[in-house]
């Protein structure tokens, strides 16, 4: 079974950056997709961006023009790069992926954007 392991998360001031990284135990040649998904307190999860193996990428209105998504297959590795955060940033970051039919997601890594 493919594990997925998130870093990079931490606090950061408003208009600041981070970049994190969803390393896959296994080959994420196959995957149908890789995603990043958040979750703030209090509120439901939702899709912040997703990248497809062509390269097409999806993101939520909330985040486009600031964050940008990628994928390492030699490194079996995910990216998020997040730029200008801000405080509504504010969440857990949960790396997922669809290989061979199954959802697997990662454990998550904190984002905290202080104002």
């Known amino acids: 079974q493919v594990q997925l392991v998130e870093s990079g998360g931490g606090l950061v001031q408003a208009g600041g950056s981070l970049r994190l990284s969803c390393k896959s135990s296994?080959?994420?040649?196959?995957?149908?997709?890789m995603a990043w998904y958040r979750q703030a307190p209090g509120k439901q999860r939702e899709l912040v961006a997703a990248?497809?193996?062509?390269?097409?990428?999806k993101y939520a209105d909330s985040v486009k023009g600031r964050f940008i998504i990628s994928r390492e297959n030699a490194k079996n590795t995910a990216y998020l790069q997040m730029n200008t955060l801000k405080p509504e940033d504010t969440a857990d970051y949960y790396c997922?992926?669809?290989?061979?039919?199954?959802?697997?997601w990662g454990q998550g890594t904190q984002v905290t954007v202080s104002s």
């Open positions: 990248i497809y193996p062509g390269g097409t990428t």
């Open positions: 997922n992926t669809i290989i061979r039919g199954h959802t697997i």
């Open positions: 296994g080959s994420i040649y196959s995957a149908t997709v």
